[in-house]
C-alpha cells in the first residue's frame, strides 16, 4: 500500500525506525522505571514490563470473550461487523503508530488499548445501561470501573495474586484513559483498595500514552462505523458526501475512480483515519514544543490534554459524530434490538438476584453469605462477564419466551 505524504509525520511512519529513533522521550511513561505492581514479582528477563502487561491482557479470558461481544450490531446479525474485540485491536493499531511517532512507550499504550473494554458487558451500551438500572440500589454499573475490576480482581489465573497485577503505570492509564476521574466516580470507588499502595492521582491527567488510547478509540470508533453503517444499509456514501471529514475524503476516492463501493469505502475509511492521525500527531507535537516537558509528570501536571486533536479537526469529529448517533446508533433497526437486549440483560440480573442457584454452582456457591450489596455487585460481575451469545442462551434456559434480536 502506497505512503501518503503526510505534512509533520515522518515519510517512513510505516517502517521500523532505528535503536536511536525508537527511544522514548523523556516525556514518555517508560522513559522511567515502573512505579511497580500490586504484587511484587521479579522483572520478566525477556519483555519490558509493558509488553508482559500487553501479553496478560491478550491472554485473560476477558479479552477473549470480547470476540462475541457487541459493538454496533449484534454477533449473528452479520460476519463482517465489528465485535468489541476486532474495535479493541484496531485501537491498539492506532495507538501504536500514534505512539511511535511521538516518541512514547508503544507497548503501554497498546496494553491500554487493549483493555479499555475488558469491562463491557454483553450487548454493549444497551446492556451496560440495563445492568446500571438494575443496579441502582446498590452503586449502579459503568464498563470502565468494570474493566478495573477486571484486571484487578475478577481475572483468576494465577497462584499468588488475583486480576492480572499489572503495572502501575497500565492500571493507572486504564483508569484515566477518559482523563481526571471526579471523587464521586464509579472508577475512584473501584480504585480505593489500589490507593492503599499506591496513589492513582485520579485528579490529575493520565499519561501520553493514556491519552493516546483515548484519541485512538475516537479515530476507530468514527471510521469503523461508518463502514459497519454503510455496511447495515443505514447510511450511503451519497449521506457521506455532506458530511465533515468524509466529504473531503469522498473526493479523493472519486478521483481514484475506484471499482465499486466496497473498494469505495475501505478508501474512504483508510484516507480518514490517516487524516486523523496526521492531524493529531501534527497538533501533539506542537503542544509538546510549548510545554516542554522533562518527564511523565509533566504531561500529568499540563492543566490540559497534551494529546489532542486541532480545534477546527476536534469540531469536525464532534459533528461526524452526531451524524452517526442519529443516523446509525439512534436507527430504530439498531434501537429496536438494543432495547430487546436490554430486557435480556436486564431479566437474568433480576432471576439471579431473586434465586442465586440459578446461576452456575462456582458463582452460586460465592453468593452464599453476602449481603444484598455484595450479592448485586457479584451477580453484576456475572453478567457483565458474558457474552452475547451466552446470555442469550442463558435467558432461553430460564425463560419460557426469548426476544429475537434482529
Known amino acids: 500500500m502506497d505512503k501518503p ?118 450487548f454493549g451500551h444497551a446492556g ?27 481475572e483468576r489465573k494465577y497462584a499468588h495474586f488475583d486480576g492480572l497485577n499489572l503495572a502501575w503505570e497500565t492500571i493507572e492509564g486504564l483508569a484515566k484513559h477518559n482523563g481526571p476521574v471526579p471523587e464521586d466516580s464509579a472508577v475512584t470507588k473501584v480504585a480505593q483498595r489500589l490507593e492503599q499502595w499506591r496513589s492513582l492521582a485520579l485528579s490529575s491527567l493520565p499519561s501520553a500514552e493514556a491519552q493516546v488510547a483515548a484519541l485512538a478509540d475516537d479515530i476507530a470508533y468514527v471510521t469503523h462505523d461508518i463502514d459497519d453503517g454503510l455496511r447495515a444499509h443505514l447510511i450511503t456514501l451519497e449521506d457521506l458526501r455532506r458530511q465533515p471529514l468524509a466529504g473531503a475524503a469522498m473526493e479523493k476516492v472519486r478521483d481514484l475512480g475506484a471499482s465499486g463501493e466496497a473498494r469505495s469505502v475501505y478508501e474512504l475509511t483508510r484516507r480518514l483515519i490517516t487524516e486523523m492521525i496526521a492531524d493529531l ?47 446509525v446508533y439512534r436507527h430504530e433497526r439498531v434501537m429496536r434490538v438494543m432495547r430487546n437486549a436490554e430486557s435480556v440483560v436486564g431479566d437474568l440480573f433480576d432471576r439471579y438476584f431473586a434465586d442465586p442457584a440459578s446461576m452456575v454452582a462456582e458463582w452460586y ?15 453484576g460481575d456475572f453478567v457483565a462477564g458474558m457474552t452475547d451469545r451466552y446470555a442469550i442462551e442463558e435467558h432461553r434456559r430460564l425463560f419460557d419466551a426469548t426476544p429475537v434480536l434482529r
Open 128 to 154: 451496560e445501561r440495563a445492568l446500571d438500572r438494575a443496579m441502582q440500589a446498590y452503586g449502579g454499573f459503568d464498563h470502565n470501573a468494570q474493566s478495573l475490576r477486571v484486571v484487578t480482581t475478577l
Open 5 to 122: 505524504a503526510i505534512p509533520g509525520v515522518s515519510a517512513d511512519y510505516g517502517a521500523r525506525l532505528s535503536p536511536g529513533e525508537r527511544a522514548p522521550a523523556a516525556y514518555s511513561a517508560g522513559a522511567i522505571p515502573s512505579r511497580g505492581r500490586f504484587t511484587a514479582e521479579p522483572e520478566c528477563a525477556t519483555r519490558s514490563p509493558f509488553q508482559r502487561d500487553r501479553d496478560r491482557i491478550l491472554h485473560s479470558t476477558a479479552f477473549r470473550r470480547l470476540t462475541h461481544k457487541t459493538q454496533v450490531f449484534v454477533f449473528h446479525e452479520g460476519d463482517h461487523y465489528r465485535t468489541r474485540l476486532t474495535h479493541s485491536l484496531e485501537v491498539a493499531q492506532i495507538a501504536r503508530t500514534v505512539a511511535r511517532q511521538l516518541r512514547l512507550d508503544e507497548d503501554l499504550a497498546e496494553a491500554i488499548a487493549l483493555a479499555h473494554d475488558l469491562g463491557h458487558p454483553p
Open 281 to 327: 500527531v501534527m497538533e501533539t507535537r506542537a503542544r509538546l514544543a510549548a510545554l516542554a516537558p522533562q518527564s511523565p509528570d509533566d504531561i500529568r501536571g499540563a492543566g490540559r490534554a497534551i494529546v489532542s486533536f486541532s480545534d477546527g479537526l476536534a469540531a469536525d469529529v464532534v459533528r461526524l459524530k452526531a451524524f452517526l448517533f442519529e443516523r
Open 365 to 379: 456457591a460465592t453468593s452464599q453469605g453476602l449481603d444484598e450489596r455484595r450479592r448485586a455487585r457479584l451477580i
